[in-house]
Nanobody
Framework: QVQLVESGGGLVQTGGSLRLSCAAS????????MGWFRQAPGKEREFVAV????????YNADSVKGRFTISRDNAKNTVYLQMNYLKPEDTAVYYC????????????????????WGQGTQVTVSS
């Protein structure tokens, strides 16, 4: 079992920045591929950015490319999502997710691929 706690959400104006953090309870954090997902009211959960367990491979959704960056610090058991040039359509609850990964450089974009989820943090972008 791994517990995930997100932080860093809030209210920001269009064009602003936020950095989300997700702290994991497991000392074997480096065995887990990680992802950030989001869910807006009335919409399905969608992937935002994912990262392999090594941190060597990342992948962003088209809607956030060039604006968001996922990274991880395995020594701190933490994954980050740096969000720049935020838009009102980025407004959603953001979740981090984890799954055990055997492959070093594989990432996973489907929500059903993940076993563990945080409670979510609200990001609201005002126009």
């Amino acid at each position: 079992q791994v517990q995930l706690v997100e932080s860093g959400g809030g209210l920001v104006q269009t064009g602003g920045s936020l950095r989300l953090s997700c702290a994991a309870s497991k000392r074997t954090f480096s065995s887990y591929a990680m992802g950030w997902f989001r869910q807006a009211p009335g919409k399905e959960r969608e992937f935002v950015a994912v990262i392999s367990k090594s941190g060597g491979n990342t992948y962003n959704a088209d809607s956030v490319k060039g604006r968001f960056t996922i990274s991880r610090d395995n020594a701190k058991n933490t994954v980050y999502l740096q969000m720049n040039y935020l838009k009102p359509e980025d407004t959603a609850v953001y979740y981090c997710a984890a799954r055990i990964s055997v492959a070093t450089d594989t990432y996973y974009t489907l929500p059903q691929s993940y076993n563990y989820w945080g409670q979510g943090t609200q990001v609201t972008v005002s126009s």
